[in-house]
Structure formats: C-alpha cells, structure tokens
C-alpha cells in the first residue's frame, strides 16, 4: 500500500510517501539531500525494490517547497537531521509502523566540511 501523506511537526508539515508492505518486517526512511526529493524516480525504483523485500519505506521531504528554494538549506545539516529526529519519532507514533526496526537510505548528499560547538 503507497500512499501520500503529510507529516506534521511542531513548526512545520512534511509531505513524505509511505509504501508499506503487507508483511513488512522493517522500516527504511530515506533522508536525501541536495536538492533530491521524494518524487525523486531514482529514490522511488529504490524504495520499490525495498518494498519487493518486504521492507516498509518513508520517502519524506526534509524540507517545505519554500525552504528548499533557499540553497543553503539543502545543506544545512543540523536543520535536516533535527528533522529526520523528528520523522523517525513520527514514525514510532504510528500503529503500523511502531513495530518495525527502522533503517536510513541516504542518497545524494555530499561531503561537507563543519564544525560543531560542543555544549559543556
């Protein structure tokens, strides 16, 4: 079953497409960047044939179409893995999904040189 819904988050709301397999056994949420996005036709043939392997998939835009006009955030690592936080505890609220180990496809982010204040 594929179906198209919107993930709501405290600030925003995510559009994503969940495909989850009757005897799905697990869950793979894929977190793609750079411009990449759910509709996506590389990430979809991935996520189908996940889906042949009885793998449950949540293909979901990190980002709102107008933050993702904005360059700089495709690559704004603490916003989009606070996100992905956020999809993965969505995702473990939902009756059919809780069950499942979930597991992270990420495609199409390049390497990128931060640096990160500790806070002590």
Same mark, same amino acid.
């Given at each position: 079953?594929?179906?198209?819904?919107?993930?709501?988050?405290?600030?925003v709301?995510?559009?994503?497409?969940?495909?989850?397999p009757?005897?799905?056994?697990?869950? $793979?949420?894929?977190?793609?960047?750079?411009?990449? /996005?759910?509709? /996506?036709?590389? !990430? !979809?043939?991935?996520?189908?044939?996940?889906?042949r392997q009885?793998?449950?998939?949540?293909?979901?835009?990190l =980002?709102?179409?107008?933050?993702?006009? $904005?360059?700089? !955030?495709?690559f704004d690592?603490? =916003?989009?893995?606070?996100?992905l936080?956020? $999809?993965?505890?969505?995702?473990?609220?939902?009756?059919?999904?809780?069950? =499942?180990?979930?597991?992270?496809?990420?495609?199409?982010?390049?390497?990128? /040189?931060?640096? =990160?204040?500790?806070?002590?």
């Amino acid at each position: 079953m594929k179906k198209e819904i919107d993930i709501q988050l405290n600030e925003v709301t995510l559009k994503a497409n969940l495909s989850q397999p009757a005897d799905a056994n697990g869950l $793979v949420i894929f977190a793609h960047g750079s411009g990449s /996005s759910r509709l /996506s036709p590389r !990430n !979809n043939f991935v996520a189908a044939v996940l889906n042949r392997q009885h793998l449950a998939t949540l293909l979901v835009d990190l =980002l709102t179409p107008p933050e993702d006009e $904005v360059y700089e !955030n495709r690559f704004d690592i603490l =916003l989009l893995s606070k996100r992905l936080i956020k $999809v993965t505890e969505w995702a473990l609220t939902q009756t059919s999904l809780q069950q =499942l180990p979930v597991g992270y496809f990420g495609a199409r982010t390049p390497p990128l /040189s931060f640096q =990160l204040k500790p806070r002590f």
